[in-house]
């Protein structure tokens, strides 16, 4: 399968190596071509991995995954091209957080959320959210005492959650539905529990877990 990724942080190199590992082709995409960052993955990550722009990466993938700023989620979006999102899974990893004097925080919340923001940009696309709720680091084949931890997602297109539960299986996580894309709206605050914890605790190795 190929993977378009779009961002350059922690979040796209920790999946888009998972997604290597697991046999998958990667493009990880800039809002520049030629980027650094990007270049650099794709010079590590082999003959499977490549870099280009956010338009790129949309076109070349059959997943896409969208790990920029939640802030800036529409703007890469919309220079990565609505039309190339259509039909297609998208992993919503993002959370809508702003940075003040007092710390992160939710910049909307309760009554919408920033993965319903993310539907309503790309309607014709099958947006999950999914990897908002743990650190970069423990995102792939987390090993944790009491594991595989829980990852929590929240998506209207059934097949589509089906296939990431898929997915997380093969990346170490046992997948807990939470219905449809407005379950964003719970998703992004746990986001905020896990930030308060690692802060609190100054531990940032942590994740969630159901017991029954």
Same mark, same amino acid.
């Given at each position: 399968?190929?993977?378009?990724? /779009? ?7 920790? /999946?888009?190596?998972? +997604? ?12 520049? %071509? ?6 650099? &993955? ?26 920029? *700023? ?5 703007? @890469? ?7 190339? &999102?259509?039909?297609?899974?998208? /992993? ?5 957080? @702003? #940075? ?27 947006? $999950?959210?999914? &990897?908002?709720? $743990? ?27 089906? @296939? $990431? ?5 093969? #990346? ?13 709206? /719970? *998703? ?6 896990? $930030?308060?914890? %690692? ?8 994740? +969630?877990?159901? *017991?029954?």
């Amino acid at each position: 399968m190929k993977i378009g990724i /779009l961002g350059t942080g922690v979040v796209g190199n920790a /999946l888009g190596k998972g +997604f290597l590992t697991l046999g998958h082709e990667v493009m990880m995409g800039a809002r520049e %071509a030629g980027n650094e960052k990007a270049a650099a &993955f794709a010079a590590a990550g082999g003959a499977k991995a490549s870099a280009g722009t956010f338009a790129e990466a949309s076109a070349f993938g059959d997943w896409i995954v969208l790990a920029t *700023l939640g802030t800036a989620n529409e703007s @890469a979006i919309r220079q990565a091209g609505v039309e190339r &999102f259509a039909g297609k899974i998208v /992993l919503d990893t993002t959370n809508p957080l @702003a #940075f003040g004097p007092n710390g992160p925080a939710l910049s909307v919340g309760w009554s919408d959320s920033g993965g319903e923001q993310v539907q309503r940009l790309i309607p014709a696309a099958k947006v $999950v959210k999914v &990897f908002n709720t $743990v650190g970069n680091a423990l995102m792939f084949r987390p090993q944790l005492a009491g594991g595989p931890p829980s990852m929590f997602i929240a998506g209207d297109d059934a097949d589509a959650k089906t @296939a $990431v539960g898929g997915m997380l299986t093969d #990346f170490g996580w046992e997948t807990i539905d939470l219905g449809g894309i407005e379950a964003s709206r /719970l *998703l992004e605050p746990m986001c905020m529990a896990w $930030v308060i914890h %690692a802060i609190r605790s100054g531990n940032w190795g942590h994740a +969630f877990k159901m *017991l029954r």
